[in-house]
Every structure is written in C-alpha cells, then in structure tokens.
C-alpha cells in the first residue's frame, strides 16, 4: 500500500512537471510568434529621409553642368547657430554685389573685394560634393544652419573646393551649398548668402 502511495505521487509529480513545460513552451511558442521579424521592421524604415551622405565624391554630370559659372552674391540669407566667426553680425561680410568664378578648369574669389584674407585663385581646382542631405531636417540636424525658404524635399549638396597640389580645402573658410542643382547658397565661415548666376 505504501509502495502504491509513493508511485501515485510520482506519477503526480511528474504529470505536474510536464504539464509545466508545456505551459512554458507553448508561451515562448506564442512569444516568438507575434514578435516582427527583422525584414517587417525593415521595411518600415524608408530610405534617405532623416540622414546626410558623408562622403568626397566628384561633381556629377547635372551638378557640374549647374555649379559651373560666374556668380554674383545677391543677399545674405542668415548665420549658422552651432558657431560664431569672424562675420559681421548682424550685416554679414561686404559680399553682396561681389563675384566668384567657378569653372572647371579656374576657381576664383578675388572677386569678394573687401577682405583680403578672400583673395584666392587657382588652376585645375578639385571641386567635390562632401555632404548630401535628402531634406531640410537632415540638413539642419548636420549643419545647425537655419535657411528659412529651405523646403522639406530639398536635396542639399555641400561643395568644397581643394588645390589640385596639396589636395587641401582652400584656407579661406568658403564652401558652397547646391540646392536641387536649382540654388546655389555661399557658406562664408557661419555667414549664409545666396548666389545668382551672371555667366555659364
């Protein structure tokens, strides 16, 4: 009698036991399955929207065909808030009227007349898009740069020009902004002005 008592509690434990793990299996059975898979959250996540490209790559065939010209600075447009510089807040450096040549053979700034440490020229220059941002907020997520007629769609390609020598930027604080290969903003230091172009 005593020997049946022991195996009925045996067999109630190990009833008890099994009956557990199959509690505990089919939960993380469950778990797993309403859990998205890797390639259903991927797929929510589009492309290019929120992120800048960083990376030096040459002028393409339509920014080339735009950037390429004699421009004159038409206004400023604002500042930079992540920096201060040298500008002349709140009028900005004497800019506006004053030309920059960029072709694809002669870069020059000679023509920002008022400020000598502007002055520069070259042969052969490197043109290269560093930067393109796929909208405004990416823009000003990078760049902490409030351009106010700046829409949402707006593609943005930062141009730098570098000596074909040394293969450095130009030491002179200036940089370009190519909006839709439509606008072409100048970035002097923290100083923001738009460009009109005069000549191809």
Do not use: H
Not at 7 to 27: H, R, W, Y
Not at 51 to 68: A, G, H, K, P
Not at 75 to 91: C, I, M, R
Request: proline share 4%; glycine share 4%.
């Amino acid at each position: 009698m005593r020997y049946e008592k022991t195996l009925l509690a045996c067999i109630m434990i190990m009833l008890m036991l099994s009956s557990a793990c199959g509690i505990v299996e089919t939960t993380s059975t469950s778990n797993a399955s309403s859990e998205p898979t890797p390639e259903t959250e991927e797929s929510f996540i589009p492309e290019n929207t929120s992120d800048c490209t960083v990376d030096r790559i040459s002028l393409d065939s339509e920014t080339e065909e735009y950037f390429y010209g004699t421009w004159k600075v038409e206004k400023l447009l604002g500042f930079a808030n992540s920096y201060n510089d040298a500008s002349e807040y709140p009028s900005g450096q004497k800019f506006i009227g004053d030309e920059i040549i960029t072709q694809k053979d002669f870069f020059s700034s000679k023509g920002l007349k008022n400020y000598s440490k502007y002055q520069y020229e070259m042969k052969k220059p490197i043109y290269e898009i560093t930067t393109t941002c796929y909208n405004s907020d990416s823009f000003y997520r990078l760049y902490k740069i409030d351009i106010p007629d700046l829409n949402i769609n707006d593609e943005v390609k930062a141009i730098d020009i570098s000596n074909p020598s040394t293969k450095m930027s130009i030491p002179v604080g200036l940089s370009f902004l190519a909006v839709n290969n439509d606008r072409l903003l100048l970035l002097s230091e923290a100083t923001i002005f738009e460009l009109k172009k005069i000549t191809d």
